[in-house]
């Protein structure tokens, strides 16, 4: 993985964001398709728009 990557990922493991929210922006950082609509929460539809932005602006909502 390119250092961007690496670095966004352990910046929000580091805030402590939810699973669901963190899995959703890995995913859509890499452009995954998306989970099946009934597995899709919050946490991760934020974490997938901020992956696909390259941003992490909703993070701080979903910490655990």
């Known amino acids: 993985m390119n250092k961007e990557y690496f670095d966004l ?3 929000l493991e ?3 964001v939810s699973d669901d929210y963190l899995i959703g922006w890995q995913e859509g ?3 995954s398709p998306k989970l099946e609509e009934q597995r899709v929460t919050d ?3 934020a974490g997938y728009e ?3 932005n390259k941003v992490t602006d909703n993070a701080e909502k979903f910490k655990k």
Request: no cysteine.
């Open 9 to 11: 990922v352990t910046k």
């Open 50 to 52: 901020d992956g696909e």
């Open 14 to 16: 580091d805030m402590g």
């Open 43 to 45: 946490a991760y539809d």
């Open 29 to 31: 950082y890499l452009r």
